[in-house]
């Protein structure tokens, strides 16, 4: 079966520190991989996507995320955190589902990012 | 528990009619969220809905685009006089209350405009 798995159900960091959020997959094809973010009383906000070409994707307030091929993973990087990083992260995947397509979804991780 | 359910799963509507998009948030959830993702992009926050009240509309085209969610039933995403740029999956979520909770995700609407 296709799935997202985010392994962690809370991260937390100290702030200034690097972060990682983890998010690893697993589904036939190559996926489309996307980040998502829901800071408090917002909806969701897209911060980046990775579709193809180099596995490095830069997106929103700083966030970048790693395209593992071997490990099926993509996960979500910053290297210095700031309180207001301290929210809600979603990862997904994309993958094809007869003419159109799916969105799978990882259960979310909880950022919260200590001063 | 049911999760959320939206309906219909595929949509097809021709230039010039109106869409209805339904969507029944978990039960006990009084917070909907919508989005859109059109081809070959993430998802796109749209609108932010309480029990009868509209709380960021921040995403949602000034023209055409409309939500609401009454004391009862399901929330409701209208696109009037559609247009094939409308063409795109249309994805409610659900939470229980606002701030750090979990938004739960329907399988969304499919809209074909044609």
């Known amino acids: 079966a296709q799935s997202v798995a985010q392994p962690e159900d809370q991260v937390n960091v100290a702030e200034g520190n690097p972060l990682t959020v983890k998010c690893t997959y697993s589904?036939?094809?190559?996926?489309?991989l996307f980040w998502y973010v829901q800071y408090p009383n917002r909806g969701l906000q897209f911060l980046l996507k990775y579709i193809t070409g180099d596995n490095l994707v830069k997106g929103s307030y700083g966030f970048e995320a790693e395209f593992n091929k071997s490990q099926t993973s993509f996960h979500l990087k910053k290297p210095s955190a700031l309180v207001s990083d301290s929210a809600l992260y979603f990862c997904?995947?994309?993958?094809?589902?007869?003419?159109?397509?799916?969105?799978?979804w990882g259960a979310g991780t909880k950022l919260i990012i200590k001063p | 528990n049911a999760g959320v359910m939206q309906n219909p799963r595929h949509l097809v509507r021709r230039r010039g009619q109106e869409a209805r998009l339904r969507c029944s948030p978990m039960?006990?959830?009084?917070?909907v969220y919508w989005y859109r993702q059109l081809p070959e992009e993430g998802l796109k926050f749209m609108v932010y809905?309480?029990?009868?009240?509209?709380?960021?509309e921040s995403g949602m085209p000034k023209e055409r685009f409309s939500a609401e969610f009454p004391k009862e039933g399901p929330s409701i995403l209208r696109i009037q006089q559609v247009v094939r740029g409308d063409s795109a999956a249309y994805f409610c979520?659900?939470?229980?209350?606002?701030?750090?909770?979990?938004?739960?995700f329907g399988q969304g609407t499919r809209l074909t405009v044609v």
């Open positions: 979520a659900s939470s229980n209350r606002g701030g750090d909770t979990e938004a739960f």
């Open positions: 809905l309480q029990k009868e009240n509209i709380i960021d």
């Open positions: 589904v036939s094809g190559n996926p489309y």
């Open positions: 039960k006990g959830h009084s917070h």
């Open positions: 997904a995947v994309r993958v094809p589902m007869d003419s159109n397509y799916q969105l799978i």
